[in-house]
């Protein structure tokens, strides 16, 4: 299995920027995908954004031409750099490891908030 850490949530206004960092340990060669899901309060986790180990991306359309994903899946760090940030962009964040050897399975790090308020 693999383990996940995040950094680099905190508290920023509307229109502000902020950068999350996610790195695994464990068996990062059995990584297959890398993501972010959010989760606000009283909603489903939701995916944000995921990059496969071949570079293919995936946004959520209420994010897309604001948040860019990054890394290297091969290494397990993942990174999403939020741009224009919105109070709705308010949530949890949690990195996402997918696995699909010896068992299709998920990996979760502890989640960072992200505040967006004036």
């Known amino acids: 299995q693999v383990q996940l850490v995040e950094s680099g949530g905190g508290l920023v206004q509307p229109g502000g920027s902020l950068r999350l960092s996610c790195t695994a340990s464990?068996?990062?060669?059995?990584?297959?995908?890398m993501g972010w899901y959010r989760q606000a309060p009283g909603k489903q986790r939701e995916l944000v954004a995921a990059?496969?180990?071949?570079?293919?991306?995936n946004y959520a359309d209420s994010v897309k031409g604001r948040f860019t994903i990054s890394g290297d899946n091969t290494k397990g760090t993942v990174y999403l750099q939020m741009n224009s940030l919105k109070p709705d962009d308010t949530a949890i964040y949690y990195c996402?490891?997918?696995?699909?050897?010896?068992?299709?399975?998920?990996?979760w790090g502890q989640g960072t908030q992200v505040t967006v308020s004036s």
């Open positions: 996402n490891a997918r696995q699909l050897v010896p068992r299709d399975l998920y990996s």
């Open positions: 464990g068996s990062i060669f059995r990584i297959v995908v």
């Open positions: 990059r496969t180990n071949d570079g293919t991306v």
